[in-house]
């Protein structure tokens, strides 16, 4: 089945550095999803991708969708000790219509104040 | 808007015991997906639900079933419980399934004793 391979797995950063983390995936995903969770939460959605090579900002984050459609990436710019967390990519199985996401493994962020 | 609700968000079962858990999706939503978290497999998807019809399965024992109701809240059941299946049960949902973007409650930690 399609899997989505996140790197890195984890990073420990100064506060007001610039963060980047990517995800690939050997299929083609239609959409990319990029998620944010804080321990004891529930995953939150922080931006949503749906064409080849978007670009799309968040506030201090953005992300975009690989022209490939095989990789998205997530940058954080001068991070803050409140963006400490787990961050996710995900997309929907391209083999069925329905509610089904697969999910990268995660890249835990640490940051130094 | 009131997001994704679950309930209870802490639950202590012993092996062989049954539960089950609810969740209110985001008014007029009309998809439930079920995910089990765990620090060793990560976002594993467990069903779908629209329309009070199940979509869509992931590669689970029959112990774990679902249900929708018209109103589109969804319950999840797990019965004669294994240690294995301690874990954070995240519901999420989304207007209509497919590439829409899933919103996640904030779970429910089950432990077996």
């Known amino acids: 089945g399609q899997q989505l391979n996140q790197s890195p797995q984890s990073m420990f950063i100064q506060e007001g550095e610039d963060v980047s983390m990517n995800c690939t995936s050997s299929s083609i995903f239609n959409t990319w999803l990029w998620y944010k969770q804080d321990p004891g939460e529930g995953p939150v959605l922080l931006i949503a991708?749906?064409?080849?090579?978007e670009l799309t900002s968040n506030g201090r984050l953005t992300a975009q969708f690989g022209i490939t459609r095989k990789d998205s990436f997530l940058n954080i710019s001068a991070s803050i000790p409140s963006d400490v967390g787990i961050y996710f990519c995900?997309?929907?199985?391209?083999?069925?219509?329905?509610?089904?996401?697969?999910f990268g493994q995660g890249t835990t962020l640490q940051v130094k104040p | 808007k009131a997001g994704v609700t679950q309930t209870p968000r802490y639950l202590i079962k012993t092996r062989g015991q049954q539960v089950t858990l609810s969740c209110s999706p985001i008014?007029?939503?009309?998809?439930v997906s079920w995910y089990q978290q765990t620090p060793g497999q990560g976002l594993q998807f467990l069903f779908e639900y629209f329309s009070e019809t199940q979509r869509n399965k992931g590669n689970f024992p029959g112990r774990f079933s679902g249900r929708q109701f018209s109103n589109s809240r969804s319950e999840m059941n797990v019965s004669t419980l294994e240690l294995g299946d301690s874990a954070l049960y995240l519901c999420?949902?989304?207007?209509?399934?497919?590439?829409?973007?899933?919103?996640f409650g904030d779970g429910t930690r089950l432990s077996i004793l």
């Open positions: 991708l749906y064409k080849a090579g």
């Open positions: 008014s007029g939503h009309r998809s």
């Open positions: 995900a997309g929907p199985d391209g083999s069925s219509n329905t509610g089904k996401l697969i």
């Open positions: 999420a949902s989304s207007l209509n399934g497919g590439n829409q973007p899933q919103h």
